[in-house]
């Protein structure tokens, strides 16, 4: 599963996008973000604060409920600054 | 019509494209949001990051609400990503359609929507150091007004 991260999550993370592999039983992005949350201390403070991250699956927006699928591209990114 | 490019663009080029032959448009309206200059400090350079691929599916799904919701004859959403000087044009909509009122309120229904639906992140360089953008509850309430509308 492909991972990409955004902005100063992207700068505290290190990396702009990761591939990782996590165990079956995480079906959902809520418990992505619990696991990747325990993958470093970088990604510990990148996704400490759970109310301002968004969520992309396939490039569309997503609640974080949502429910992940293998080979889903999954996105996380503080909120949007456009225009 | 929507362009994610790092390139300037031409609003009077952009204009006389999209609207130039045409005999059935009365009324086209454009925004164009530019880099602005911070209130406490000297901006050096405001750096655009986004998705690519999502940025261009947002817009145009943002494009395609705006061609339902308002009678338009054309529109064009062009959004510039990287490195921005101050004063530097971001973002150009143009909106053009038979009668004044859609093309001036679809315009600003397609800025609404963007500033919260096309993934871009802006990086402010300064004499004070450098700061990603917070996004505006302002800009939150923007939509909400379209969404009480509809």
């Known amino acids: 599963m492909n991972i990409h991260y955004f902005a100063w999550m992207r700068e505290q993370i ?10 079956a039983h995480i079906d959902n992005i809520d418990d992505l973000l619990d696991w990747l949350t325990n993958l470093s201390p ?38 949007i600054t456009g225009g | 019509m929507i362009r994610v490019q790092a390139e300037d663009f031409d609003v009077g080029a952009e204009m006389a494209a999209l609207t130039g032959a045409r005999k059935d448009i009365g009324a086209v309206v ?28 947002m817009l145009a799904d943002i494009e395609a609400q705006a061609l339902e919701r308002f009678d338009l004859q054309e529109t064009l959403i062009v959004h510039r990503y990287g490195k921005l000087e101050p004063g530097a044009q971001i973002v150009l909509v143009i909106t053009a359609s038979a009668h004044r009122q859609a093309a001036f309120e679809a315009c600003a229904f397609l800025m609404d929507w963007l500033k919260t639906k ?33």
């Open chain 1, 14 to 23: 290190g990396k702009s996008v990761e591939t990782e592999s996590p165990p």
């Open chain 1, 42 to 79: 970088a990604h510990a403070e990148a996704l400490a604060d759970r109310t301002i991250i968004g969520v992309a699956v396939n490039k569309e927006f997503v609640e974080p409920g949502a429910k992940l699928e293998d080979g889903d591209e999954v996105a996380l990114f503080p909120p």
């Open chain 2, 30 to 57: 454009n925004f164009i949001g530019k880099v602005r200059d911070l209130e406490d400090g000297a901006l050096s350079a405001m750096t655009l990051e986004h998705y690519p691929g999502m940025t261009e599916k």
């Open chain 2, 118 to 150: 096309a993934p871009f992140w802006k990086l402010e360089e300064s004499d004070k150091g450098r700061t990603w953008v917070e996004a505006k509850q302002a800009d939150n309430d923007a939509v909400d007004r379209w969404q009480e509308q509809s």
